[in-house]
């Protein structure tokens, strides 16, 4: 039953249980195509998200789950299923939950500053010009470009750009963000720090993510539990992993840790071994 039909006057324990279920995919599922082309891509799928919990989606490519965080973010309508943010049914986009998406969507003609400034007066109309700019110096500067502020996309490195993307995303404090492959077109080096970054601000204000990923690593570093997807069609969530390692966390000692390393060998098997036994997406 969802949580909408909880009352926490009649159950102390509703409101923790409600935490639980925060972001609740129930029975969600996307097919494609119509009639006898119809393909069903991702099958039903049902996963329920605590509020501020780090959550990766891995699988193999094609498999599905930039299409099931698309359903989140209310770009794609599910075939089947229902979609509940903070006890509210979800149909379409809103300001409660943010994008960041592989290539960096940055108005061109707009400075980085005032990329973040626009975001902020149409996601919270009720900041007057001075909090909208006092909150955009804020992200800015946590996300290291103070000194960038004023140039427009053209005149940022990609690095730079995606950096825009994330402080624009946490600026509009939406309930939860949304990150498909986020550092997918950077080189490794800047894949690197900018993970960091996002971990820092991350454990900055612990708000609900849901980030698309290949990256074992990258899943192990960041994430709270990992939901590996299978081959597709028919795709869905086949494995939920807590990951072990306690808050702060320093990405660059894990691999030290023998937790990790199995962890990491026992992601891998699984990709692996969907992709000998599956079918051809
Ligand atoms: N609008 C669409 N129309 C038809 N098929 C689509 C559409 N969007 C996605 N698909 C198909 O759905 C499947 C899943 O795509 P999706 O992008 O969700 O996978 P993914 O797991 O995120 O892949 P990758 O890891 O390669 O980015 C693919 O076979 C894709 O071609």
């Not at 609740?24 to 195509?33: A, P, V």
């Not at 996309?153 to 950096?163: A, K, V």
């Given at each position: 039953?969802p ?14 249980r ?5 972001l ?13 082309d ?12 605590g ?7 891995l ?82 500067d ?6 960038a502020?004023?140039?427009l ?11 825009v ?5 946490f600026?509009?404090e939406?309930k939860?963000l ?16 900018l ?23 990258e ?44 962890l ?6 699984s ?11």
């Open positions: 039953m949580e909408t039909a909880l009352s926490t006057h009649d159950d102390p324990s509703a409101s923790s409600h935490d639980a279920s925060f609740h995919l129930e029975g969600i599922s996307k097919s494609f195509g119509s009639g006898a119809a393909v069903q891509i991702v099958a039903p799928t049902d996963v329920r998200i509020r501020g919990q780090f959550v990766s989606l699988g193999p490519s094609g498999c599905g789950k930039s299409t099931i965080l698309s359903i989140i973010a209310g770009l794609v309508e599910p075939s089947d299923g229902l979609l509940w943010l903070d006890r509210r049914p979800i149909d379409g986009p809103g300001a409660d939950r943010g994008v960041v998406f592989q290539q960096h969507v940055l108005l061109p003609w707009m400075s980085a500053r005032e990329n973040v400034e626009f975001a902020l007066s149409c996601a919270r109309p009720e900041l007057g010009a001075s909090a909208r700019a006092e909150v955009t110096d804020h992200y800015l946590l996300v290291h470009l103070g000194h502020k004023d140039r996309p053209g005149q940022l490195s990609g690095g730079m750009q995606q950096r993307g994330i402080a624009r995303a600026s509009l939406p939860v949304l990150l498909d492959e986020p550092f997918g077109a950077l080189d490794a080096l800047t894949r690197h720090s993970q960091r970054e996002l971990l820092r601000l991350w454990e900055a204000d612990r708000r609900t993510v849901v980030m698309v990923t290949h990256d074992v690593d899943a192990i570093a960041l994430s709270d539990r990992i939901l590996v997807m299978n081959h597709g069609p028919d795709a869905t969530v086949t494995r939920d992993i807590s990951v072990p390692f306690d808050r702060p966390r320093d990405p660059d000692t894990l691999p030290d840790e023998a937790a990790y390393r199995r990491r060998t026992s992601l891998l098997d990709l692996t071994r969907d992709e000998t036994t599956g079918d051809a997406a």
